[in-house]
């Protein structure tokens, strides 16, 4: 019992902890690893293409405003050419002729020109229109005047200058006859970084110019005026081909930068975007895929704890039946070698036994002789040898019995109707049994088809069954006798008894030779290991169910045919 | 009733001269032989009538010496007394040789009475 008791806690263990487990966490690993492995790949994916958008974006507005403002610039500069080209040098350096072009100009491209100049070479003014009083101011240091007398036509940096209003500075040489002369405008720097300032795409994006050696043309995002230098390190201003774009991270700030240079290598056009405003979307995405996912796994994980469940339950049942055929294994086994040992020890005990029998028989032959039959003790000793003999007979009793239970099977196998078996050994107690007010009651299955078997082995085994079923109700009580037809060619027979009961712990050792509850000498304990011989010779199986103070059932499984090995031979 | 002459053949000593008194007590005439090949000499000797077998033996088997013995005495019934489990009466080789088999140790007033019984039937042929 102890063991049957340790071998289930072993197997519920090993199941319901270790095993779950195992399932619990490969099935969610998987599940979880599968699941990221998803996420991951789709957000890599959308990532890299939302980087690709944007950068895109960024080059795309980059190229649009270098076109926009080289446009303006060129535009403006060509007027100035066309203006020059147009009016006479002797014309436009008179005051009048300069303001009503001022005034057109101003007019035509609405207050970007602050004030209009016509200039000798030595940097002098001949005619200026505007609302300073520019007219004594000599430009010949003005770097912007070294560059016109060279290249024709110059776009100045922007800067401050005197008037402390940053604005740059347009100016145009041209030759009539043996006149050179230059037209310069100042343009209104503001006006003109309105054009820059005023980009805006996203929510942070933003566009600056730099002028090439590092002075900000425009204002910066970060709060530098137009002319402060740009922060060291801030700005790579070196030149290259086309357009640069990277990501960075500055002043805690993560974002994209595309550039380009602009004004024939002069000014730096910059487009800046932050990260978190071009993966706007995407985080909010990440935030939605990661509460899909999350429910995904929980979905996942519920599904994996109720087929766990199940299959836990399926496992357990088939433990189950596993262990109790592993039981019935083992009580055959155990009775096999049980048989087998005391078989053997039967054997040995005989010739001893036999010799007990026959000297303490010699012995009252001789107590018989006439000249015996004087002495005082005669009667005592003929008392005592009876007794002997009487001893050895119940000792030869057990030993042929035990003889019995491992006898080569001699069967002689007919064919059997069970119900009328059952008739007739129920016949041979049920006149006794009625004294006892014990009640037969009979069940049997009326199409139950004729078996193959040993009718007198069979029938011993159902009369040691009903003795056994009176002994348990001793008076008063009802023995019940049922047959039924199987499905599967073989018949059930069960008795049972409303008596006392077998307790637990007697149950499973019921079968085991010489295992009695019955005072020493009522009973060898051989009587239901015999059975238990019998049924499994016979190619059945007898099962016992107990419950104490309800009665037992014995059922008895018999196959219509005796199976190949309990053949006669 | 003339005496029948009985062989009673066990490898235990004790048992053989006990059986062997209180038959030869009851006017049996008793050759107690403790092996199967002495108890084939002895029945060459004498005309036995009656031959009490037991199964297991050193040497020759009680099967095979009831064999033997049926073999050269056809006439000759043969009791055999069987300890265990392992003689089977029922063997297509003994079963008509035999004429009866005794679970072993058996009570000495049935085993009287089938020594009786053969004789009459030995008588009977």
């Known amino acids: 019992m102890g063991m049957h008791m340790k071998r289930k806690e072993r197997a519920a263990s090993v199941y319901s902890i270790r095993l779950r487990w195992h399932i619990i966490i490969s099935y969610c690993l998987a599940a979880v690893i599968s699941l990221a492995l998803i996420a991951g790949i789709i957000y890599f994916e959308y990532r890299s293409s939302v980087n690709e958008r944007a950068t895109a974006r960024l080059v795309s507005v980059v190229m649009e405003h270098k076109g926009t403002i080289e446009n303006f610039l060129f535009e403006l500069a060509n007027t100035m050419r066309m203006v020059t080209l147009l009016e006479d040098f002797d014309n436009l350096r008179q005051q009048d002729v300069l303001e009503q072009v001022y005034a057109v100009l101003e007019k035509e491209y609405d207050f970007a020109f602050e004030d209009l100049g016509v200039l000798d070479l030595d940097g002098n003014h001949l005619a200026y229109v505007g609302p300073y009083d520019l007219m004594d101011r000599n430009y010949i240091q003005a770097e912007w005047f070294q560059d016109v007398l060279e290249k024709e036509m110059v776009i100045s940096n922007v800067f401050l200058g005197f008037r402390q209003a940053p604005h740059f500075i347009i100016a145009v040489k041209q030759t009539n006859g043996q006149d050179t002369w230059i037209l310069r405008a100042t343009v209104n720097a503001v006006k003109f970084a309105s054009l820059v300032e005023y980009v805006r795409f996203g929510r942070t994006g933003f566009a600056y110019i730099v002028s090439h050696d590092g002075y900000y043309q425009t204002r910066s995002r970060d709060g530098y005026r137009v002319m402060d230098h740009v922060a060291p390190d801030h700005l790579d201003l070196e030149f290259f081909e086309g357009v640069n774009f990277w990501e960075l991270k500055q002043d805690q700030r993560n974002f994209f930068r595309a550039k380009t240079w602009i004004k024939d290598n002069d000014w730096l056009l910059v487009v800046e975007q932050d990260v978190d405003d071009i993966y706007g979307e995407l985080y909010l995405l990440r935030q939605n895929a990661l509460i899909f996912f999350a429910l995904g796994g929980i979905l996942l994980l519920v599904l994996t704890l109720m087929t766990m469940k199940l299959l836990l339950r399926k496992v357990k049942l088939i433990?189950?039946?596993?262990?109790?055929?592993?039981?019935?294994?083992?009580?055959?086994?155990?009775?096999?070698?049980?048989?087998?040992?005391?078989?053997?020890?039967?054997?040995?005990?005989?010739?001893?036994?036999?010799?007990?029998?026959?000297?303490?028989?010699?012995?009252?032959?001789?107590?018989?002789?006439?000249?015996?039959?004087?002495?005082?003790?005669?009667?005592?000793?003929?008392?005592?040898?009876?007794?002997?003999?009487?001893?050895?007979?119940?000792?030869?009793?057990?030993?042929?019995?035990?003889?019995?239970?491992?006898?080569?099977?001699?069967?002689?196998?007919?064919?059997?109707?069970?119900?009328?078996?059952?008739?007739?050994?129920?016949?041979?107690?049920?006149?006794?049994?009625?004294?006892?007010?014990?009640?037969?009651?009979?069940?049997?299955?009326?199409?139950?088809?004729?078996?193959?078997?040993?009718?007198?082995?069979?029938?011993?085994?159902?009369?040691?069954?009903?003795?056994?079923?009176?002994?348990?109700?001793?008076?008063?009580?009802?023995?019940?006798?049922?047959?039924?037809?199987?499905?599967?060619?073989?018949?059930?027979?069960?008795?049972?008894?409303?008596?006392?009961?077998?307790?637990?712990?007697?149950?499973?050792?019921?079968?085991?030779?010489?295992?009695?509850?019955?005072?020493?000498?009522?009973?060898?304990?051989?009587?239901?290991?015999?059975?238990?011989?019998?049924?499994?010779?016979?190619?059945?199986?007898?099962?016992?169910?107990?419950?104490?103070g309800e009665g037992t059932t014995f059922t008895i499984r018999l196959p219509l045919e005796p199976s190949v090995t309990v053949a006669d031979d | 009733m003339s005496n029948p002459k009985v062989l009673l053949v066990d490898d235990e000593e004790a048992l053989l001269t006990s059986l062997q008194r209180r038959l030869q007590l009851r006017g049996f005439n008793v050759i107690a032989a403790n092996r199967g090949e002495s108890a084939l000499r002895a029945a060459r000797r004498q005309d036995v009538d009656v031959a009490v077998i037991d199964v297991k033996m050193p040497g020759m088997s009680g099967k095979e010496l009831l064999l033997a013995l049926k073999k050269e005495h056809p006439h000759i019934q043969i009791i055999v007394q069987t300890g265990h489990g392992l003689f089977d009466p029922r063997d297509k080789q003994v079963a008509d040789k035999i004429f009866s088999c005794l679970a072993k140790p058996c009570d000495f007033s049935v085993l009287k009475q089938t020594i009786i019984d053969a004789y009459n039937k030995k008588k009977a042929l």
């Not at chain 1, 005990?349 to 005082?376: C, F, H, T, Y």
């Not at chain 1, 004729?450 to 009580?477: C, E, P, Y």
């Not at chain 1, 085991?512 to 304990?525: H, V």
């Open chain 1, 319 to 548: 433990d189950a039946e596993k262990e109790l055929l592993d039981e019935q294994l083992i009580q055959s086994h155990k009775l096999a070698s049980i048989g087998q040992l005391s078989a053997g020890i039967a054997h040995e005990i005989n010739n001893p036994l036999a010799i007990i029998g026959e000297e303490s028989g010699w012995m009252q032959d001789i107590l018989k002789r006439e000249n015996m039959q004087g002495i005082p003790e005669h009667d005592e000793l003929t008392d005592s040898l009876r007794e002997i003999n009487q001893q050895a007979g119940r000792c030869r009793k057990i030993t042929h019995k035990l003889l019995s239970f491992s006898r080569k099977m001699d069967a002689t196998i007919r064919e059997v109707d069970m119900n009328q078996l059952m008739d007739e050994v129920a016949a041979l107690r049920e006149r006794e049994a009625g004294l006892s007010s014990i009640k037969f009651i009979r069940d049997y299955d009326q199409d139950l088809p004729m078996i193959h078997t040993d009718s007198s082995q069979v029938r011993q085994v159902l009369f040691n069954l009903i003795n056994n079923a009176m002994d348990a109700i001793n008076k008063n009580g009802e023995i019940s006798l049922s047959t039924k037809k199987n499905k599967d060619k073989s018949i059930t027979v069960t008795i049972s008894d409303t008596g006392m009961g077998i307790p637990q712990e007697n149950l499973t050792r019921i079968f085991d030779p010489f295992f009695t509850t019955k005072e020493p000498g009522k009973g060898t304990g051989l009587g239901l290991s015999i059975c238990h011989g019998i049924i499994e010779k016979l190619g059945g199986t007898i099962f016992v169910a107990s419950k104490v």
